[in-house]
């Protein structure tokens, strides 16, 4: 069964700081990683995303480093800012069989940045 | 504005009843994908459409249901509502493009069992 594994399920930081979010993904059927943002009582929204073949993209202050052989891709949200505080979830598109096109999720990380 | 549109906002209902939830996915999207959240969980797959036929079930109890209609609209029907179904119900869609092989998202509907 393909899984996704997120960790921490919650983080606190300062602001200023550095947020870091973990995947890991089990099997290497999956083509797209992208990352959600959701703020409560809202519905998740596309905050980045990366392909395999690429170790590292940027947008603003968020960077997403993803490393294949490890099976790994992480978030990182520099200057971290009390409006950055909302669940992130991450997740991997599949790319064979009947579930071809379908995201996985992680569970989720619950990021709250202090003033 | 995502482009999915799910209706109605908020429902407030009481136990035993069946309520029937719409969404309107991002013009062009084929894929029609239902989740539910309870309180700050993640996300539980029920299930997906592509193009009118079910494609995928995820933890979908047998008293819900679902379709996608020939617009590519779907429904999502809760019957003999209990009230841990409270929760909030987000359908995303999902098309093919260069730039975005991801998933949209609606605001999502809140129910609330009494």
């Known amino acids: 069964q393909q899984q996704v594994k997120q960790s921490p399920q919650s983080l606190i930081v300062q602001k200023g700081g550095i947020s870091i979010i973990n995947c890991a993904y089990e099997?290497?059927?999956?083509?797209?990683f992208p990352w959600y943002q959701q703020f409560p009582g809202k519905g998740p929204a596309l905050l980045i995303a990366?392909?395999?073949?690429?170790s590292e993209k940027k947008e603003g202050r968020f960077t997403i480093s993803f490393n294949k052989s490890a099976k790994q891709f992480s978030l990182h949200i520099m200057d971290s800012q009390p409006g950055d505080s909302a669940t992130y979830f991450c997740?991997?598109?599949?790319?064979?069989?009947?579930?071809?096109?379908?995201?996985?999720f992680g569970k989720g990380t619950k990021l709250s940045v202090k003033p | 504005d995502s482009g999915v549109t799910q209706t109605p906002k908020h429902l407030i209902t009481a136990t035993g009843q069946r309520v029937t939830l719409r969404c309107s996915p991002r013009?062009?999207?084929?894929?029609v994908y239902w989740y539910q959240q309870s309180l700050d969980q993640g996300l539980q797959f029920l299930i997906q459409?592509?193009?009118?036929?079910?494609?995928a079930k995820g933890n979908i109890l047998e008293r819900f249901s679902a379709q996608q209609f020939p617009d590519l609209h779907s429904e999502l029907n809760l019957s003999s509502l209990e009230l841990g179904d409270s929760a909030l119900y987000f359908c995303?869609?999902?098309?093919?493009?260069?730039?975005?092989?991801?998933?949209?998202f609606g605001s999502g509907t809140r129910l609330t069992v009494v």
């Open positions: 995303a869609s999902s098309g093919y493009s260069q730039s975005n092989y991801g998933y949209t």
């Open positions: 099997n290497t059927a999956f083509d797209y």
């Open positions: 990366i392909r395999p073949d690429v």
């Open positions: 997740a991997a598109r599949s790319n064979y069989g009947g579930s071809q096109g379908n995201l996985i």
């Open positions: 013009s062009g999207d084929l894929s």
């Open positions: 459409y592509y193009n009118g036929e079910e494609r």
